[in-house]
Structure formats: C-alpha cells, structure tokens
C-alpha cells in the first residue's frame, strides 16, 4: 500500500462548487445547510468505496444500508455562490453498532463547517439494526482516533413554552434509498417553518439533530417548535451565542417522535 492509498483510506477529500441549487427556495438568498449535508454524505460514499478495495469483505452487506442516528453541525461561515468547496471526511469511532465521522468543509483552506455524523447500520428486509464489521476498518488503519467527540443529549428545556406547530406533507422526493424520510429533509423543515425574523437578524451557529423513529411516505408528520420568548431573544442574541429554537418532528401516524433539533443562533 502506498503512502497516497494510506493517506486516503484515513481521511479522504473531494471538490464540489455552489451553484443556484444550494440556496433554499423559501429563503433564496440563504444556503441552504441540507445542501451542504448532502454533499458531505456524497464524500463519505466515495470514501467508503476507496475503503472496500482494500477489504476482504465490503462495509455493507446485501440488503444494507446506512442511517444516521445523530448529527452535529458547527458553523463557522456559510459559503457563497460560486465558492469552490473542499470536503475532507474520516473515521473517528467505530464499534459494533455505530461508526462515527467527521466532516470539514473549507473554501481556500478556511473552515466553513464542521460536521460530525454517527451512522448505524440497517436491514432493508427487517427495518433492524445490524452489527458492523469494524474489524476490517480497523485493519486497514480507516480509522483517525485523534479526534474524539460526544454527542449531547436534546431535550426541550421547561422554560420554552412558546410552540409553533407546522404539519408537513410527505411527498415523493423526501423518501431516500432506505424508503423513509431523508435525514436532510428534516433539518430543512426545522429551518424554513421558523419565523423570517430568525432568518432575517441571526445567522445559524450550529444545528444538532438526533433521529429517532423513521417515518414513511405514507404517513403523517408534524414540526412542533419551542421559541424562546421576546425577552430572551433580545438579551442572549446581543452576545456571540446563543439563541436557540428547539424542534420535534412527530410521526403521528405512530404517536412517536421522528427527531429532535436544537439549532443555535448568533445575531448578524
């Protein structure tokens, strides 16, 4: 193996260049953030493809597939049109269950975002998690461990009690290759039902999201969002951070919540 062939079966880099399709169509002079999740999962295939040609068996099975569970996004600065994007992506954690990735987005060598991911792995036939073969990652040396992360836990705080609620249509282009919901199109509901004050005055400093029960085409959802109140958002947004909005997707076809969504805002 070469020095080259190491370097990416570690961490692994692609190009990608904003165009018009990256800014929300409610919102189009904002990115929007799924855009840029989307290409990070595009990176982290092609990193898993280099992976498997050097591995006895591939990651994945027949009949499997990858699902996140959790995200965290950081936000440094969002990219313009026509920026020239690098994504680097690795490795960090894996076990029988999980794996964990970290993604880094920067325009020129400058940071823009950091994205940290941790995936399951699903049966497609029995909608069931499957253990991973970490045994082989491990072998080739795909795993970076100089970086480590936890995610928090999300719960709404007591003291939000301003709720907005926005039911959403599920239509044929939210479904993803694992026939439920894609994990992108949660976030982008989260973010265009906020009111356009929030759009307007503060920019998004991160945004994490862990997923719970999936939902499917042919069932209900709703976005309940806990604001904070006028008070609140004129006293904490003055500051560098942090006015949150906390969000809970709701299957209510199942009565059970799909994903919770803390966003932090700073004021521009």
């Not at 941790?118 to 990652?137: D, F, P």
Request: some cysteine; aromatic content about 10%.
């Amino acid at each position: 193996m070469t020095d080259l062939e190491r370097v990416q079966l570690n961490q692994f880099s692609a190009n990608y260049t904003v165009t018009n399709d990256y800014f929300l169509e409610k919102f189009p002079n904002k990115i929007d953030i799924t855009r840029l999740l989307s290409i990070a999962l595009e990176t982290a295939g092609q990193h898993d493809r280099v992976i498997n040609n050097y591995l006895d068996e591939p990651l994945l099975k027949t009949n499997e597939s990858w699902v996140i569970t959790q995200s965290a996004v950081e936000i440094e600065r969002l990219p313009e049109l026509n920026d020239e994007l690098k994504v680097t992506t690795r490795v960090i954690e894996v076990n029988r269950f999980f794996v964990k990735r970290q993604f880094e987005i920067t325009l020129a060598n400058v940071l823009l975002l950091t994205i940290l991911s941790q995936y399951a792995v699903i049966n497609l036939e029995t909608r069931r998690m499957s253990r991973i073969a970490t045994e082989g990652l491990v072998s080739v040396d795909a795993v970076d461990t100089s970086v480590v992360y936890q995610f928090d836990k999300l719960r709404v705080p007591e003291s939000f009690h301003s709720e907005h609620v926005e039911a959403r249509e599920i239509v044929e282009s939210d479904i993803d290759y694992n026939q439920h919901v894609n994990n992108e199109v949660y976030i982008r509901w989260c973010h265009e039902m906020l009111p356009a004050q929030y759009h307007n005055e503060y920019q998004v400093a991160k945004i994490e999201v862990k997923y719970g029960s999936e939902l499917r085409f042919d069932e209900e959802a709703e976005v309940v969002a806990y604001l904070p109140d006028a008070s609140i958002m004129n006293n904490e947004a003055q500051g560098d951070l942090s006015l949150q909005t906390y969000q809970v997707i709701r299957n209510k076809s199942k009565d059970k919540d799909a994903c919770y969504v803390r966003i932090n805002w700073r004021a521009r």
